[in-house]
């Protein structure tokens, strides 16, 4: 066999295995989409019917008015965005200065960040709570933060308790620390502050680590569900999460409606995936993270 | 992680009954209730369920003009989570509705004695709803809805079958789902002649339990759950799948979208009252045809497992009054009514077996004219601790890895430490 067949053959079945594996993939993804047309019959049958008897486009609407979605989604939208901006900046600047200032502590500084993302969520909710309930000034409070709200029941416990996450400040440093250290040394030859030398010369320079913290920023921020609804007990601050929980209910699930909901609740991250999936899949590659 | 989550809650209770600010009487010069108060609810889930607890508040706002109530909405999953975070924060919640079996737990500590009398609370409440809410021999939460699991047949396949009636003892349980049960030429399951799978497994066990004659807890608190008649609920549950084989583990779970009493996949079960609803969309016929049956399941004593939502108020909290004002509305004849027709539940209340809802609710006319063999789960403090430990024991004894009175022997010994701790 000539090379160049060789070379076809083994592309095939590359293409034919890489083909296989994405079909299983999106499997459960277009059972979601199926199941969110299907009427209550299609959906409990046995057995499984792929395609539903009659198209029930009507559950979309009918899922989006089970709960206030509209405000759920806007919520949702507001504190994703502003958890990825905030996470964006600060996580870089953090990151930058842990791998490219010299100065005491950072060593033990950068332990610190990786301690942090040892944690459980769950073991951080009650002092996270109590911090957020204890802020001074805030919602009533004295300035010892007493006597009030604190954050509870804002737009700042909303956004600010995950604003900025130890694995961003990770993926940045790891980013920085990569770059050639005569770029830097250029600018500052060419009377460029620090500030200069991290928003001009290097942060331009690491746009796969900038997609990656967004992307993962936006879509934990937007599948956030414990949070949101432990520190907000008005309805007009609960995000999209909390809606769709609304479909299960202790002992029935509203199937077809969830998965109407699931599906639209699913589709700002598809837009942001395939606006940035280049730079994700470099920046997973480059810093060696799975 | 729900036992974690118990855990903390049961830190957090002692934590908050350390301090916390002195309540005021939250009444008028009157003395009316007045003033604003918070309520959380697991139950009311979405844009239907607010209505429905919109319209009762409104109906309460009638009554009492000059009290506020701020609902927080929630689920049951993480009911837990709420009350532990509000506690420790010191900002518990007023009025609180909790699952049976947490009130023994919280009684006292976050839940106030509602300075009722269980006798006459028994005149409008069936007894045994009643007594879910009491511990000590105090009343700290009034019955709103309940959640009964029972027997459920098919009669068209009984009558196939020749079976004249549904079973009256665990030996005619078990020769019923044998000859109930279809399988094909190779031995696959097409049709299960008793479903327990479908339902959460702690529950059918405990249903079985006290079938058998046997309880969770002694009445001084001591496991109990491994005794003779207790085990052999456990028993019953391999018996029909390991010996009987009128079902296969994995032949449908909890949670599936498919039921099978439903879709002609089980001929019995052990489920939950609001089925009557999941017929009525997916089935219709079914009903229409008379051709679902229901049955107490019974060995020594019948006993149908009752669960539900209760009405509670808390007891550091500020304004008593009038949270004991929306607790008594709350567990009202019209509150029960809405509460219950929203989800295809048991009203608690005894005079609404004469509404039209419960009279054309099959599932829900029979629970509630067999409430005296209802029994609940709980009981001792460590409840909340112990409850999901239950899962596994009961399936390593359904998979054959242990004997059931080994299963249970070991999950005694483990909860032995437990049950009295909060």
């Known amino acids: 066999m000539s090379p160049l067949r060789t070379e076809r053959s083994g592309r095939f079945l590359l293409h034919l295995v890489l083909g296989a594996g994405s079909l299983l993939m999106i499997v459960p993804f277009v059972w979601m989409l199926l199941s969110s047309v299907k009427n209550r019959a299609d959906i409990a049958a046995y057995p499984p019917k792929i395609l539903p008897t009659e198209w029930l486009w009507s559950n979309y609407p009918e899922a989006m008015g089970f709960a206030p979605f509209g405000t759920y989604f806007r919520n949702s939208l507001t504190i994703a965005v502003g958890h990825t901006a905030l996470n964006l900046v600060v996580a870089s600047m953090a990151g930058y200065a842990l791998a490219r200032i010299a100065f005491r502590g950072r060593t033990l500084i950068f332990f610190g960040v990786m301690t942090m993302m040892m944690i459980p969520t769950y073991t951080k909710i009650v002092p996270q709570y109590l911090i957020a309930k204890s802020v001074p000034f805030f919602g009533g409070n004295d300035w010892l933060g007493r006597g009030g709200t604190g954050w509870l029941d804002s737009w700042w416990a909303l956004i600010i308790p995950g604003a900025l996450t130890p694995f961003a400040i990770f993926l940045f440093r790891q980013f920085y620390l990569a770059l050639p250290k005569e770029l830097e040394e250029a600018a500052r030859i060419d009377g460029m502050g620090e500030f200069g030398i991290f928003a001009r010369v290097m942060t331009p320079l690491v746009k796969p680590a900038i997609a990656t913290v967004a992307l993962l920023t936006f879509e934990g921020s937007w599948n956030n569900f414990l949070w949101p609804l432990l520190v907000t007990t008005s309805d007009e601050l609960r995000v999209v999460q909390v809606g769709l929980a609304a479909f299960q209910q202790a002992e029935r699930t509203e199937w077809a409606y969830l998965m109407a909901g699931s599906a639209l609740a699913t589709l700002p991250m598809i837009v942001l995936f395939l606006f940035t999936q280049r730079y994700f899949v470099q920046g997973f590659a480059t810093a060696g993270i799975k | ?422």
């Open chain 2, 1 to 422: 992680m729900r036992t974690a989550a118990a855990a903390v809650l049961a830190v957090a209770v002692l934590a908050s009954g350390c301090g916390g600010p002195a309540p005021s009487s939250g009444q008028g010069t009157g003395g009316e209730p007045q003033g604003e108060i918070s309520l959380v609810t697991p139950i009311f889930e979405g844009s239907d369920g607010q209505r429905v607890l919109e319209e009762q508040l409104a109906a309460f706002r009638k009554q009492y003009p000059k009290v506020r109530v701020r609902p927080d909405y929630t689920n049951y999953a993480k009911l837990n989570e709420k009350l532990t975070t509000s506690m420790v924060s010191g900002r518990a919640y007023d009025v609180m509705l909790l699952g049976i079996g947490w009130v023994p737990p919280f009684a006292g500590r976050l839940l106030a004695d509602l300075g009722m009398d269980r006798a006459e609370l028994a005149k409008t409440y069936s007894p045994r709803a009643v007594d879910a809410g009491v511990h000590d021999g105090k009343v700290y939460a009034l019955p709103v809805m309940l959640d009964m699991r029972f027997g459920i047949y098919r009669k068209d396949l009984f009558a196939a079958a020749g079976i004249t009636a549904p079973p009256r003892t665990f030996a005619e349980l078990r020769d019923h789902a044998r000859r109930l049960t279809v399988r094909d030429a190779s031995g696959k399951l097409q049709r299960a002649g008793m479903d327990v799978l479908s339902t959460d497994p702690r529950q059918v066990y405990e249903t079985l339990l006290w079938a058998a004659g046997g309880d969770l807890f002694t009445p001084d608190g001591k496991v109990a759950f491994n005794s003779p008649n207790a085990v052999r609920g456990l028993e019953l549950m391999t018996d029909l799948i390991r010996t009987d084989r009128a079902l296969d583990i994995g032949f449908t779970k909890v949670g599936d979208t498919s039921i099978p009493i439903i879709t002609d996949r089980a001929a019995m079960a052990l489920g939950h009252n609001n089925l009557w609803l999941e017929i009525q969309a997916q089935r219709p016929e079914l009903i229409a045809q008379d051709k679902i049956g229901t049955f107490v399941i019974t060995d020594e004593r019948p006993a149908m497992f009752q669960g539900g939502t209760l009405a509670s108020m808390s007891a550091s909290g500020k304004n008593k009054p009038a949270a004991l004002a929306l607790v008594k509305f709350l567990a009202s004849a019209d509150a029960s009514l809405a509460a219950s027709s929203q989800r295809g539940n048991v009203p608690a209340v005894r005079s609404l077996e004469s509404s039209s809802y419960v009279k054309e609710n099959a599932f829900v006319r029979f629970a509630m004219s067999n409430m005296d063999s209802a029994f609940s789960e709980g009981g001792v403090p460590g409840w909340l601790n112990i409850r999901n430990d239950f899962k596994a024991a009961i399936e390593s004894a359904l998979l054959g890895q242990k004997s059931p009175k080994e299963a249970l022997d070991e999950l005694a010994a483990r909860a032995a430490t437990q049950v009295s701790g909060r």
